[in-house]
């Protein structure tokens, strides 16, 4: 992508990256993914904010020579993860007289991993200002959005904030602002839910430290830029908010069946009680679909057959995940089915130490299910039903 003006003297100079699908070798990225870098041209002096995943480094280079720029006074590292500090020694090849602008922690980070040195950074304080002449910068120090050393960058007379991950989404498109809402919403709760939900007290209390700024642009470095910042800011209370929805989720495997003649007939039995239900089959299931389905669900109940005599290893996996999101679940239960024994409740229930639920009690079953087994996840059933009518979630 070439050049784009977010406003007079404010340009999009990143890449995007229309095929990527796996970041961090493990995050799915069905949509693609751009890395958003933005050059502000002051009066007196330039700043280049954030950069580009190395292998897209050519692309900003181009972009910043299509500029025609004397010279970049700043760089300023919002976050030290590669995807966007990765093109800064290229940069400051070129351009050589460029400071690195970032937090103290960040500047530790980037000459642990791109051996920066130490002369070539001007660090900032929390709520410190840089003038670019007639721009003024204004650094928002903003841990855990998601490293510790992570900043946000405000432009106070254009009222444009620049907040690198944080309020982004993985999404490859053309659009320079949000059009498509509906595309956006799913790919930034995907982002979050992938990446930002594991902090999610901490990013409450980032949102109250930029709630009194005038925000006319966020401009994040993944995604579209929003040029209506309600969207996503409302988007964030509510994934952020204690408030969870009337749904369950269930995610589950079956060998020869027998738990999935249970998911099934649990599955019928919620809905029959009013609830929403989403279930995912995890020999297959895109595993950023199942976070996402965790961002406002009240309820877990995870399915699995018994396996040297413990769960199937991809619900170890999942709940492995689970339990490092930190969704905000206040009930959780297991069902499944075992051949001859095992400890796979005990062993499921000991990988979730995270996740501040009450586990509500397991039906785990010998064999197929019987007429026994089917009044037992009736039971369940009820009891899910009952605890979302007392939390208000289930009329
Ligand atoms: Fe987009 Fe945390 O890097």
Known sequence: MGVRELKPNIYSVGAVDWDRRLFDELVPLPDGTSYNAYLVKGSEKTALIDTVDPPMADVLVRNLEELELKDIDYVIANHAEQDHSGSLPRILEVYPGAKVVCTPKCKSMLMDLLLIPEDKFLTVADGETLSLGNKTLEFIHAPWVHWPETM??????DKVIFTCDFLGSHLATSDL??????????????????????FRT?????MEKIKDLAIAIIAPSHGPAYNKPDFILDAYRDWTSDDVKNEVIVPYISMHGSTKKMVDYFVEALIERGIT????????????KLAMALVDAATVVIGSPTVLVGPHPKVVYAAYLANALRPKLKFASIIGSYGWGGRMVEQLSGM???????ILDPVVIKGVPKEEDFKALDRLADEIADKHKEYGILN
Do not use: C, H, W
């Not at 946000?152 to 007379?157: D, G, V, W």
């Not at 498509?180 to 982002?191: M, N």
């Not at 979730?352 to 009450?358: D, G, Q, W």
């Open 277 to 288: 239900v989403r279930q995912f089959n995890l020999s297959e299931t895109d595993i950023g």
């Open 352 to 358: 979730i130490p995270n996740l501040k639920v009450e």
């Open 177 to 198: 602002f949000v059009i498509d809402e509906a595309t956006v919403y799913e790919a930034a709760k995907r982002y979050y839910a992938e990446i930002m939900m594991p």
């Open 152 to 157: 946000l960058t405000y432009l106070r007379e």
């Open 202 to 206: 901490t990013i409450r209390k980032n």
